[in-house]
């Protein structure tokens, strides 16, 4: 076995601590990775804290992975020690049903692996990026290029990837008008890859203060939604919401802000279940969509696109000791706009 090092909650009522564990050996088709870098995501910490159901503890967080290749197996062909590489939210599927046929992993029809509070499919615990390795299979690894920043591009691998697959999904692109709903991790990405794909990108927040921020990320427009005039201004005008708040909020109101045929797309998980109105769907045909994450092929293709345009998350780093603090701040909304955890101080 491996011995690992990391921090992790031993249960939902206390903090993240040092524990050190074990990882698998490399096997034939195995890629061990030594991390350099884990982004933080606002699952994390609802998964530590058993938010959505009963996690499997001790629990080492992290699905925001890069790194550099320490070791590969014997029939390992596509990476080599040394190469940058990344893992993203799973690390595992069947391989054989239609959705992984498809390259939709993530859809597997009995379940993928989960990087982190998942038993892989020998019955074993999977644990995270908060520590100094991890050991994958190699068709869950991901190429890293060079040309990008690697602390920025760690939150590429759930951030990036969540808001990259919708949008590409439903074509959103030239002559759509998109509103990206929330600016925070999920958020600021949705803008970077509307712009990029040649949208018109229009930014929804309660918070006045964030335009400044919304049009430095290339958002085209800013709206208020606290204000009523501004949003009575733009209702019925968007031909896609990328929605990407994970606290209750009012979904009959934007989705009154979408046009004939418009499509309101879910990618933040509130606690509480959604409460639509019938009304406000039938009254122009209107959709509401979730996406989860990318298949791995697509989250490759999108890591190609952000070195070929030089997209990456903007972020601050911070010491895996100040985890607990950087929590408290990202519930407070107080990050621009993703902790990516340094893991040379481990």
Known sequence: MIQAKGYAAQDAQTDLAPWNFEHREVGPHDVQIEISYCGVCHSDLHQIKNDWFP??????PGHEIVGKIVKVGEHVKKF??????????????????????????????????????????SGVPTYGGYSNTIVVREEFVLHISEKLALAATAPLLCAGITTYSPLRHWKVGKGHKLAVLGLGGLGHMGVKFGVAFGAEVTVLSTSPAKEEAAKALGAHHFVVTSDPAQLEAVKGSFDFILDTVSAVHDMDMYISLLRTNGTHICVGVPSE???IQPFSL?????????????????????????????????VEVIDIKDITASYERMLKGDVRYRFVIDMATL
């Open 55 to 60: 996690g499997i503890f001790p629990m080492v």
């Open 80 to 121: 080599s020690p040394g190469e940058l590489a990344g893992v993203g939210c799973m690390v595992d599927s069947c391989q054989v049903c239609e959705n992984c046929k498809d390259g939709l992993e993530q859809y597997c029809l009995e379940g993928n692996t989960q990087t982190y509070n998942n038993n892989d499919r």
């Open 273 to 275: 279940a959604y409460a």
């Open 282 to 314: 039938l009254g122009g045909r209107k959709s509401v969509a979730g996406s989860g994450i990318g298949g791995i092929a697509e989250t490759q293709e999108m890591l190609d696109f952000c070195a070929e345009h030089d997209i990456v998350s903007d």
